[in-house]
């Protein structure tokens, strides 16, 4: 198994940045993709973006140019670096983990997440 906690949540001004932070534990060496998703509440969860273990990336067109996601497989954490932040990006974030060796926008691949660390933006 592989346990996620996520960190670094908070409540910002637009124009603000937020890093947000996943420790994973447990079984890591099993995963292949790593990813960032949120849910704004009424709306279904989207991808934010994702990460392979060759350090391959991809961006919800949404946050291209203003997110950056990256890894630090030493220390075993994700991260999401969040740039001029918008009102729109208010969510929950979630961190997710795959394995085998697929790394697409389909959330079902991910066998494994965390909680989840509330993102506010005000205008």
């Known amino acids: 198994q592989v346990q996620l906690v996520e960190s670094g949540g908070g409540s910002v001004q637009a124009g603000g940045s937020l890093r947000l932070s996943c420790a994973a534990s447990g079984y890591t060496y099993s995963i292949y993709c790593m990813g960032w998703f949120r849910q704004a509440p009424g709306k279904e969860r989207e991808g934010v973006a994702r990460?392979?273990?060759?350090?391959?990336?991809n961006y919800a067109d949404s946050v291209k140019g203003r997110f950056t996601i990256s890894q630090d497989n030493a220390k075993n954490t994700l991260y999401l670096q969040m740039n001029s932040l918008k009102p729109e990006d208010t969510a929950m974030y979630y961190c997710?983990?795959?394995?085998?060796?697929?790394?697409?926008?389909?959330?079902?691949?991910?066998?494994?997440w965390g909680q989840g660390t509330q993102v506010t933006v005000s205008s």
């Open positions: 990460i392979s273990s060759y350090d391959t990336t």
């Open positions: 997710a983990a795959a394995r085998g060796h697929v790394c697409s926008r389909d959330q079902a691949v991910f066998g494994f």
